[in-house]
């Protein structure tokens, strides 16, 4: 299974709506070299040629499917943006809250660890005593 990182998605986005690497430089706030390092990356990834160099730039046949996934894991955010942001189900503005966790047996008898005697304190946690 194929794993894109979410500023790469972006990326070839911007790349096909401005329709320049440097015009989706501009948009990302970063350099077109950086806009061509991951458009290659993502190229390398699925072994296949995303985008046509052509100004403008314009996908590939499978292009159009990583672009199509890309579109999507943008509007799945912004769904779930939207939704985080209203209010509950109740109408009265009150989102529902997470209800608590139940204690389980064990929990109650775990103890918090303690340093031994003798151990001495440094940076990297506890150090055995000489």
């Known amino acids: 299974m194929v794993q894109f990182q979410r500023d790469h998605l972006e990326t070839l986005l911007a790349a096909v709506d ?3 690497f440097d015009a989706a430089a501009r948009t990302l706030s970063i350099t077109p070299s950086a ?7 993502m190229e390398q990834l699925v072994g296949r040629v995303l985008l046509q160099r052509t100004t403008p730039i ?8 990583v672009l ?7 509007l799945l955010d912004e769904e779930t943006s939207r939704a985080l942001a209203m209010p509950g189900a ?8 997470i209800p608590p966790r139940r204690e389980c047996g064990l ?9 031994r005697p003798g151990a001495a304190r440094h940076r990297g946690g506890l150090r055995p005593a000489p």
């Not at 314009?58 to 499917?65: L, N, S």
């Not at 199509?68 to 943008?74: I, K, L, T």
Request: aromatic residues 0%.
């Open 90 to 97: 109740d109408g009265a503005g009150h989102t529902p809250s």
């Open 107 to 115: 929990a109650r008898h775990v103890v918090p660890r303690r340093p």
């Open 68 to 74: 199509r996934h890309a579109r999507q894991v943008r």
């Open 58 to 65: 314009t996908p590939t046949a499978d292009g159009e499917v």
């Open 35 to 41: 806009v061509s390092q991951r458009v290659k990356a």
């Open 18 to 20: 401005t329709g320049t």
